[in-house]
């Protein structure tokens, strides 16, 4: 419960400020240290020769000639690797009858997916490596490829492990369905299809194995959002005592929750150090990374509502059918974004009869699996679609219908009828200020002007519900070894500055910043005098690192405790040295005060020179505790959810269907604000990401399985001068599962954007009888939709 | 392979004599032969910007050119730009308004807005985002970017127009 005084006038007061990051600088001057920089003695290079098949099953592989080709270190194929890695499996046990077959760095017999990697050539520089990947014959017999996923959801299992390609199939039904839609008023059904689309982190994905056989002991330099996470994988695949692996991830050129997977790349290249005993350094480039990073989303959904005569939602009635790839992730699958779907449906509103089938599918593609907002843009855009249908329907204006469906900010706590617990959202206030702050009644009498002339203008809004602070029930409970929980260690250094190091991980959101500022704030010294590190498990306590939206909200708390200790600890050696209670002391602006009349009595640097060099001042028997570790698991609700609604502007070209996006508004909230710098920052690239997805990004397969747009030049990526400006505004409303009170916001932005965007289009759109409910929505959709082409 | 070619270059001020492979890019040769590693490669088909740097002070994409294209010519990349000193308004605006995240764009961001700012145009918002319309960025959206050159390039006219009274 937090009656936290984030009094923004005391000095220190750093939570709720906007400041800027101090690790920034670095990157500002070309001095980030990303794994693609890094160089080592003796370090090696790896490139892949990858399946040119979606299906097939290998014949033979000649590697004798790019074995003698100079500079070639070793060629390594399935069986090298097999033989020394434990497979994978990606299933939770809590999504009952998952099934996904085993995994081994390279395939042993078939190759399941168009740039699977196949052989391995490690040489002395990666140019040597592809002339000789050039070199290498392997013979692939094609089988036919299921690209298709509802075809694949009948046809023969293409795993010899599986009886079929259903890898988790699961229904909800809170009862009433039927019922609900027989005595419905209004009842609007839509069937939605969402693209594959993918990460495309500037920084590609990059590893650097470095394996010492004097100590069996693995260093990975890791371009990860999750080092602890890898450290386990590493440990236990490869049969290495975990203390003796450290996985460092330092400067991280982009993640978004792409490079928390394991890839067979990396597995392969770890796999390849221990043989050779050298390091190894692997960075995919950007062909690879289309072929073999993680894609996202890829549903097709048919969703109903039932609604009564005042366009109350009375229930809904869900079918998400999502393809996978070859093989579900690993370690957290690919099914939990078909199961937040399914859950997060309906989410801003009260009804109680809801109904949901999903079905996740293999089928000969890349694997999918959670990318930033899993399965939230899904769940968004079908209801705030359908909830824009009926109101076209009954003629109610967007936001006329959502009031009217909200669940009161009054009513929590409340239970979802798909099972979320929400502790209190805010969804009314929300829905008010966006209204407000985008000035809509003027904004529609200006689309009513413009279309008069012509113009076709639209106006979106999307309510969102985000899951934030995961608890064990995310992944701990499904038997992943997966941390819910943050460590922290707060270091006194003898100078009186603290040095914190901590199990949340960077990746640019300002992780580092927002812990430095809690901690100074907790401890009453200056910013400038806390150096905080983050991304390595030799020097920072095990995890869970960053995602899902739990760096501020976990993190911060662990940090908050730990502040709070240390800060006990110092008072108490103080107490020692100025023969005072340590109840009436307190630490401001780095000195030591009387706590009611502010006088300063000692400075912490003097404190921390007694304790660290002359102890033998202090009273005997004093141990003075410098420094503290401390642990934060969360507590209370599983999840701690978010919300907010967002609207989008755009100028839709009905001739050539180009769609101009004019503005982009949210309202979000995350509770409480550590820096609203970095919150706005972390929205608004959310929200670009979202619109990525609803315009522009697909990747696009041949029927024989075939990625054909995997280069930066043919898949469409938002830039600069197709984005909106886009404003932000927020409200607080703190869980009180903590302290801090903090919820996550990195997913807020992508949650609801594509929604508000296909509302948005489709609002430009009435009254020429077309109706988009596909993304992205391509100038060749739109016209189609038109019937124009 | 191929045998290597002398080229004589100036990188960020300073002559670089050195044996480079034909095949080897600008880019490469910057990041891996004289480990200038703040310029990045992002696409390695002039698509992203990352790799942008200077070339006889004209933006230039170092992954499309071979280190032995640039025999003779005078390179700069943000290392050089920080060390003289020449973007110090741009990148203390970049940091003020968080106008990065990871920072793998960062660099050619600020060669590019190096560019547009020297081209002495009268720049928006809209101008600006169209300067930028090479240059890929995943973390920001783009707009606290757009914020921190109109900045700047606000603050340098006021200076300028302080000087010329
Ligand atoms: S690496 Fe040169 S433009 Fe992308
Ligand atoms: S800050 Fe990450 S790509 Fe621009």
């Given at each position: 419960m937090n009656a936290f005084a984030g009094s923004i006038d005391r000095p220190n007061s750093y939570i709720g400020r906007s400041v800027s990051r101090p690790n920034a600088k670095r990157l500002l001057e070309g001095r980030g240290r990303y794994v693609t920089d890094l160089v080592l003695p003796r370090m090696l290079h790896a490139a892949f020769v990858r399946s040119p098949y979606a299906h097939g099953k290998i014949v033979s592989i000649d590697i004798e000639e790019a074995k003698a080709l100079s500079g070639v270190r070793a060629v390594f194929t399935g069986e090298d690797l097999a033989?020394?890695?434990?497979?994978?499996?990606?299933?939770?046990?809590?999504?009952?009858?998952?099934?996904?077959?085993?995994?081994?760095?390279?395939?042993?017999?078939?190759?399941?997916?168009?740039?699977?990697?196949?052989?391995?050539?490690?040489?002395?520089?990666?140019?040597?490596?592809?002339?000789?990947?050039?070199l290498v014959i392997v013979d692939i017999e094609e089988l036919p490829a299921l690209a298709d996923p509802v075809d694949a959801m009948s046809a023969a299992a293409m795993s010899k492990e599986l009886a079929d390609n259903i890898c988790f199939a699961t229904k909800l039904d809170s009862g009433g369905v039927e019922e609900a839609f027989d005595a419905a008023d209004t009842a609007v059904e839509q069937s939605f299809i969402f693209g594959r689309h993918t990460a495309v982190t500037l920084e590609p994905r990059a590893i650097v194995a470095d394996y010492d056989p004097s100590e069996n002991r693995l260093t990975a330099h890791h371009a990860t959002q999750t080092p602890y996470q890898f450290q386990d994988v590493y440990?236990?695949?490869?049969?290495?005592?975990?203390?003796?692996?450290?996985?460092?991830?330092?400067?991280?050129?982009?993640?978004?929750?792409?490079?928390?997977?394991?890839?067979?790349?990396e597995m392969a290249v770890v796999g390849a150090s221990?043989?050779?005993?050298?390091?190894?350094?692997?960075?995919?480039?950007?062909?690879?990374?289309?072929?073999?990073?993680?894609?996202?989303?890829?549903?097709?959904?048919?969703?109903?509502?039932?609604?009564?005569?005042?366009?109350?939602?009375?229930?809904?009635?869900?079918?998400?059918?999502?393809?996978?790839?070859?093989?579900?992730?690993?370690?957290?699958?690919?099914?939990?974004?078909?199961?937040?779907?399914?859950r997060l449906m309906g989410a801003p509103y009260d009804f109680s009869s809801y109904r949901a089938n999903l079905s996740v599918v293999f089928q000969n593609k890349v694997q999918t699996s959670q990318y930033r907002a899993v399965g939230h843009p899904i769940a968004c855009a079908v209801t705030e679609c359908l909830v824009d249908a009926a109101a076209?329907?009954?003629?109610?204006?967007?936001?006329?219908?959502?009031?009217?469906?909200?669940?009161?900010?009054?009513?929590?706590?409340?239970?979802?009828?798909?099972?979320?617990?929400?502790?209190?959202?805010?969804?009314?206030?929300c829905l008010a200020r966006l209204k407000s702050m985008m000035n809509y009644d003027a904004l529609r009498v200006e689309q009513a002007g413009l279309r008069e002339k012509g113009i076709l203008r639209g106006i979106g809004i999307a309510l969102?519900?985000?899951?934030?602070?995961?608890?064990?029930?995310?992944?701990?409970?499904?038997?992943?070894?997966?941390?819910?929980?943050?460590?922290?260690?707060?270091?006194?250094?003898?100078?009186?500055?603290?040095?914190?190091?901590?199990?949340?991980?960077?990746?640019?959101?300002?992780?580092?910043?927002?812990?430095?500022?809690?901690?100074?704030?907790?401890?009453?010294?200056?910013?400038?005098?806390?150096?905080?590190?983050?991304?390595?498990?030799?020097t920072t306590p095990h995890g869970g690192a960053t995602w899902a939206c739990r760096g501020a909200g976990i993190g911060g708390e662990t940090a908050l405790q730990a502040a709070r200790k240390l800060k006990a600890n110092l008072l108490a050696v103080a107490g020692l040295i100025l023969q005072a209670q340590p109840g009436e002391l307190d630490i401001r602006a780095d000195w030591i005060v009387e706590t009611v009349t502010g006088q300063q009595r000692i400075s912490l640097a003097e404190v921390a020179r007694v304790a660290f060099f002359r102890s033998d001042t202090l009273p005997p028997e004093t141990q003075a505790q410098l420094s503290v570790v401390h642990h934060y698991a969360p507590q209370g609700y599983p999840f701690a959810f978010t919300n907010g609604a967002q609207s989008c502007l755009v100028e839709v070209d009905a001739e050539t269907g180009f769609v101009k996006i004019l503005k982009h508004w949210v309202v979000e909230d995350c509770g409480r604000i550590i820096n609203p710098l970095l919150v706005d920052e972390q929205v608004r690239g959310g929200v670009v990401q979202g619109l990525g997805a609803a315009f522009f990004e697909e990747c696009l397969y041949n029927e024989e399985g075939q990625l054909t747009n995997g280069s930066l030049a043919d898949y469409l990526v938002p830039m600069a001068c197709e984005?909106?400006?886009?404003?932000?505004?927020?409200?607080e409303t703190p869980t009180r599962d903590t302290e801090l009170g903090a919820k996550g916001c990195g997913e807020a932005g992508t949650a609801a954007a594509s929604a508000a965007a296909m509302n948005a289009v489709n609002d430009a759109l009435v009254g020429h009888g077309a109706v988009l409910t596909q993304i992205p929505m391509t100038p060749t959709r739109i016209l189609k939709a038109l019937g124009t082409i | 392979m191929s045998g290597k070619v002398t080229i004589s270059l100036a990188v960020n001020g300073e002559t670089i004599e050195a044996l480079v492979a034909p095949r080897t890019t600008l880019a490469d040769f910057l990041r891996q032969d004289?480990?200038?590693?703040?310029?990045?490669?992002?696409?390695?088909?002039?698509?992203?910007?990352?790799?942008?740097?200077?070339?006889?002070?004209?933006?230039?994409?170092?992954?499309?050119?071979?280190?032995?294209?640039?025999?003779?010519?005078?390179?700069?990349?943000?290392?050089?730009?920080?060390?003289?000193?020449?973007?110090?308004?741009?990148?203390?605006?970049?940091?003020?308004?968080?106008?990065?995240?990871?920072?793998?764009?960062?660099?050619?961001?600020?060669?590019?807005?190096?560019?547009?700012?020297?081209?002495?145009?009268?720049?928006?918002?809209?101008?600006?985002?169209?300067?930028?319309?090479?240059?890929?960025?995943?973390?920001?959206?783009?707009?606290?970017?757009?914020?921190?050159?109109?900045?700047?390039?606000?603050?340098?006219?006021?200076?300028?127009?302080?000087?010329?009274?």
């Open positions: 033989s020394i890695c434990a497979p994978w499996t990606g299933t939770l046990e809590h999504f009952t009858n998952m099934k996904s077959p085993p995994q081994v760095p390279l395939p042993l017999e078939k190759v399941m997916w168009s740039g699977q990697p196949v052989v391995l050539i490690i040489a002395d520089s990666r140019a040597v490596a592809e002339d000789a990947a050039e440990s236990r695949h490869y049969g290495i005592p975990e203390a003796n692996v450290r996985v460092i991830a330092p400067d991280i050129g982009g993640s978004f929750g792409m490079k928390l997977h394991v890839y067979h790349e221990i043989l050779l005993g050298r390091p190894i350094k692997y960075v995919a480039d950007r062909m690879e990374s289309f072929v073999s990073d993680i894609h996202a989303r890829d549903h097709r959904v048919t969703g109903r509502l039932a609604l009564d005569r005042d366009g109350r939602i009375t229930a809904m009635d869900v079918d998400d059918v999502t393809a996978i790839g070859a093989f579900s992730s690993y370690p957290r699958t690919s099914a939990v974004e078909g199961n937040q779907v399914i076209r329907e009954l003629s109610l204006d967007p936001f006329e219908i959502r009031e009217r469906n909200l669940i009161p900010d009054s009513s929590y706590p409340r239970t979802s009828p798909t099972g979320y617990q929400f502790e209190k959202l805010s969804h009314q206030v969102f519900v985000e899951i934030t602070n995961p608890s064990p029930a995310f992944y701990g409970v499904g038997g992943a070894r997966i941390s819910a929980q943050d460590g922290a260690i707060l270091k006194l250094t003898p100078s009186g500055e603290v040095h914190c190091s901590i199990s949340v991980t960077e990746q640019g959101q300002g992780t580092e910043t927002i812990i430095g500022q809690i901690v100074a704030d907790q401890l009453g010294i200056d910013r400038e005098k806390v150096r905080v590190m983050t991304g390595d498990t030799d984005m909106p400006d886009i404003e932000i505004s927020h409200v | 004289i480990q200038l590693t703040g310029t990045h490669t992002g696409c390695e088909m002039g698509v992203c910007g990352a790799c942008l740097v200077l070339l006889d002070d004209r933006p230039v994409h170092a992954c499309l050119m071979f280190a032995v294209q640039a025999d003779g010519c005078a390179v700069e990349t943000v290392e050089g730009l920080t060390h003289r000193r020449a973007i110090d308004d741009l990148q203390k605006a970049f940091h003020e308004r968080n106008a990065l995240q990871c920072g793998f764009c960062t660099a050619g961001m600020l060669v590019s807005a190096y560019g547009v700012l020297a081209s002495g145009d009268e720049l928006d918002r809209d101008s600006i985002r169209d300067a930028l319309s090479g240059n890929y960025c995943r973390c920001t959206g783009y707009e606290s970017i757009v914020d921190a050159i109109e900045t700047t390039a606000r603050l340098r006219r006021q200076h300028m127009e302080k000087e010329e009274a």
